[in-house]
């Protein structure tokens, strides 16, 4: 009866529904130094923890003696594994069903691994205290590379299995092996590419903590922490512990930052509630700087080869991939269950292409563990890269311009639904009118012009021109295909209404900064007319919201956001009947009107009511046929991911005497399907546009060959600053999603995703007529200097 809103066309009626650029409303806590992250939850009694963790990156524990520390006056505790051993709760389970030790039982197995903990009345004792524990460790040789790991003399990491040999976790595969080798077979023209996509880590500004607290009278754990997913933790912190899921409240306050980061559960929020348990007091564990960088999970690390087959004319038949993929000491990626590689098997990206193969290896290596999904629908992220990346290996192969060539080869806009050779349905899109709008935004021609004329000049500084046209697959996700530890990805929306006429909705993900409490409050201002403002949005506990699966993968809209628009919904119908009680007239004959946001009988628009009007009759004079009270809840179970996109492009200069590179212009169109909040959504990409320039530029964990962290603070794992950061040119088109409520589909992480290989293509373009066919990220002035010196362009 409703198909919801159509593109654009309900933008500006005044309340703050669809597509205004509603303020957020909770910036106002937030610019007035009023926020409540963990930190600043004190509570009476509160202890301070801090963990003891090992300079070694492999090597066995052989006493821990933690006396000169007890001894101390402010410290409380010292905690190893045997204590929790005692409790059953020295281990705990990652997210891909590893067993990780919450304290070093035996072995340590990466630098900086939780030995023990130091528990004190005061954050400075608890530090004095954790430099007093003295532990005898043995040290063994590390492997760090993922290749070296899988040798057959590489040290054993994980000795501790039975089942476990070497360092080998998992091979996987996607696609068709056999039609892809017959495609590459006949093939006029094939390219390959060697490709690292180096260690990230999400790095938000907030690191990771936790205020654990039992309360031995109610036999009640609460767990503040700094969770992406509170439900989810809530049921492993349950499975874990063996107190019941009733008694387990995880509150995720305001968070600074997830990207990733705060989806999996790490050893020092264990810790902490382990501490408060045989305590009996509350526990605040927060890490530092380092401690975030060195130990929790990191995203990417994957070392991949990969080949195009096409015609002379350049139409792409064929795409293979290869992948050494490094996870770490443990299986600890945040992957849904059944995706072992995330979504990495979308590499075939916007691109029409006959058949596609993909395999790929895991190994442990004497480094973190990690794998999460850092601003990216799982690994998405590295499949973009490879495909962005391959396009303009195979346009400069065949001397093409990379806008033709893309062109070319996208999926054509009348062939959506259209699914992938790797089983993927997109479900809209609409790619050559985003590329088109990118390529007039930036002025494309003359800037290949300029480009021509500084080669035949021999110009002092050359000029490089990327294009990215990337397609994400944002949502997890249908029941059928995606669960975390067994849970069903759907999510959930309540929405009560109150006799006032205003509204709460409470959804079972949560904000990490991206704006929830505006966005999900406008979808109900949209689908019931009421104002933005009477609608409160809660999230974030589990002893109030309804269960969901958390905030990553830019699922919030897709999944929880069609929760809300369903449950609004669900309120719209029972106001109808109440409005007919009302008005004195049948319920057929009420009709909802989208524009002034009010109902009134068929025909004669002037017996009209407002939902504020509805919300009383439905508290003081409810008709007969219902229940009293103006509420409902929805769990969203998707039909199908969505599937934005966008084409960036990037102009740069290169230095040929310094190697660095100045960005000249950057352009992003995307594509969300319909807007909820455009300012939001500008907000995001400039966030995620400058997270992929730290990510092509700066940002890499390194590792030493005796396993040190080598890039593990701040002052050698370089994020971007304003400096770093260009102008942005931001521009969109609308393709709604035919299977989503409100036809919108997610974009937090789509600038993170599609810009890395759009600055790699346009660096790697400033010398792709000396020879210069892939440069490696990050690319550093350095390295940008070595590529020119070796095809003689330096000065
Ligand atoms: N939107 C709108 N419209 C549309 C879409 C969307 O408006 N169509 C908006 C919403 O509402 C929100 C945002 O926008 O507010 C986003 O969304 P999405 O895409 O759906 O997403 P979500 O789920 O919500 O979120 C998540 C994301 C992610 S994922 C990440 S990384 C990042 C982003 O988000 N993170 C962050 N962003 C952000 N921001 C901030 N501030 N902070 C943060 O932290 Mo992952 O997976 O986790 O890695």
């Keep these: 009866e409703d198909d919801g809103p159509q593109p654009e066309k309900h933008c500006g009626h005044g309340r703050g529904g669809m597509g205004e650029e509603v303020s957020r409303k909770e910036d106002k806590r937030f610019i007035t130094g009023r926020g409540n992250y963990v930190d600043d939850i004190k ?3 509160m202890l301070h923890c801090e963990i003891v963790r090992s300079p070694h990156a492999h090597a066995r524990v052989k006493d821990i003696d933690g006396s000169r520390a007890e001894a101390m006056d402010d410290v409380v505790a010292v905690l190893t594994a045997e204590d929790l051993l005692e409790h059953d709760l020295a281990t705990m389970p990652t997210l891909m069903d590893d067993t990780q030790d919450v304290l070093v039982n035996d072995k340590v197995k990466f630098q900086s691994q939780e ?20 532990v005898d460790y043995e040290v063994l040789d590390p492997v760090v590379d993922a290749a070296d790991a899988l040798e057959e003399d590489a040290p054993l990491i994980r000795d501790e299995l039975d089942d476990q040999e070497d360092n080998h976790i998992f091979d996987w595969e996607t696609g068709d092996r056999e039609a892809t080798e017959a495609v590459f077979d006949d093939a006029a023209v094939t390219i390959e590419e060697d490709m690292e996509y180096q260690r990230l880590h999400p790095a938000p500004i907030e690191t990771c903590g936790a205020v654990a607290d039992w309360d031995p009278g109610m036999d009640k754990m609460t767990v503040h922490m700094t969770s992406q997913a509170p439900h989810a933790h809530r049921t492993l912190f349950s499975q874990v512990s063996g107190i019941p899921e009733h008694k387990v409240r995880i509150v995720s306050p305001d968070v600074g930052g997830g990207f990733g980061n705060k989806v999996p559960i790490y050893p020092g929020y264990v810790v902490a509630a382990a501490a408060s348990y045989v305590l009996e007091e509350p526990v605040k564990w927060v890490e530092e700087r380092s401690e975030n ?7 990417r690390d994957y070392d991949m080869t990969g080949e195009l087959a096409a015609t002379e004319d350049g139409e792409i038949t ?3 991939v290869d992948v050494l993929a490094n996870h770490g000491a443990y299986n600890a990626a945040a992957q849904p269950s059944k995706f072992p590689a995330g979504f990495f098997n979308i590499f075939t990206g916007s691109y029409d292409i006959e058949a596609a193969y993909g395999s790929l290896t895991a190994a442990f290596t004497n480094t973190a563990p990690g794998g999460v999904a850092y601003r990216c629908s799982f690994r998405v992220t590295e499949a973009v890269y490879l495909i962005e990346r391959l396009v303009k290996v195979l346009a400069d192969e065949l001397d093409v311009d990379p806008a033709e060539i893309r062109r070319k080869n996208f999926i054509p806009s009348e062939a959506f639904p259209y699914e992938s050779a790797t089983g993927w349905n997109y479900d809209s899109g609409d790619y050559e009118k985003a590329l088109d709008k990118a390529l007039e935004m930036a002025d494309y021609d003359h800037y290949r012009e300029e480009q021509q004329r500084r080669i035949e000049e021999d110009a002092d500084k050359l000029l490089g021109i990327g294009i990215s046209s990337f397609t994400e697959v944002v949502g997890a996700g249908p029941g059928k295909q995606c669960d975390i530890a067994g849970i069903e990805m759907f999510d959930s929306a309540d929405l009560r209404v109150n006799p006032t006429g205003n509204a709460v909705l409470r959804v079972g993900v949560q904000t990490q900064g991206q704006g929830h409490e505006t966005t999900f409050a406008q979808i109900v201002a949209e689908e019931l007319g009421m104002d933005v403002d009477s609608i409160t949005v809660e999230h974030g506990d589990t002893d109030t919201e309804p269960y969901g699966l958390g905030t990553y993968g830019s699922r919030s809209t897709p999944v929880a956001g069609a929760a809300a628009a369903v449950a609004a919904r669900k309120v719209r119908d029972k106001a109808k009947s109440i409005a007919a009680n009302e008005l004195e007239a049948a319920e057929e004959d009420i009709e909802w009107d989208r524009e002034s946001g009010e109902f009134h009988v068929a025909g004669a628009p002037d017996r009209s009511i407002t939902i504020t009007e509805i919300a009383a009759g439905a508290y003081m004079n409810h008709p007969d046929s219902e229940e009293p009270g103006l ?5 969203y179970d998707p039909p199908e991911m969505t599937y934005p996109f966008g084409s960036y492009i990037v102009v740069v200069e290169v230095d040929r005497e310094t190697g660095e590179v100045d960005f000249e212009k950057f352009v992003a169109v995307d594509d969300c399907g319909n807007r909820i909040n455009p300012m939001i959504i500008e907000g995001q990409i400039h966030g995620g546009l400058a997270q992929g320039i730290g990510t092509a530029m700066m940002e890499e964990v390194t590792y030493d060959d005796n396993g040190n962290v080598t890039g593990g603070d701040f002052m050698n794992y370089l994020l971007p600053t304003a400096n770093e950061i260009p102008n942005f040119e931001t521009g969109h088109t609308v393709t709604p999603s035919p299977h989503h409520p409100i036809g919108a589909k997610g ?4 600038p993170t995703v599609g810009s890395p290989p759009a600055i790699v293509n346009a660096v790697t373009d400033a010398m792709t007529h000396a020879g210069v066919s892939h440069v490696e990220m990050p690319m550093t002035p350095d390295v940008v200097w070595e590529h020119l010196d070796e095809v003689g362009l330096a000065q």
Aim: proline share 2%.
């Design 43 to 45: 509570k009476p009694g």
């Design 115 to 134: 030995v023990a903990a130091v528990i004190a009345k005061d954050r400075y004792a608890a530090k004095d205290g954790a430099e007093r524990v003295e």
């Design 293 to 299: 960088i060195q130990t929790t999970g990191f995203a």
């Design 318 to 320: 064929g795409v293979k």
């Design 631 to 635: 509420e409902a809840t929805n769990y």
């Design 747 to 750: 974009v937090g992480e789509s």
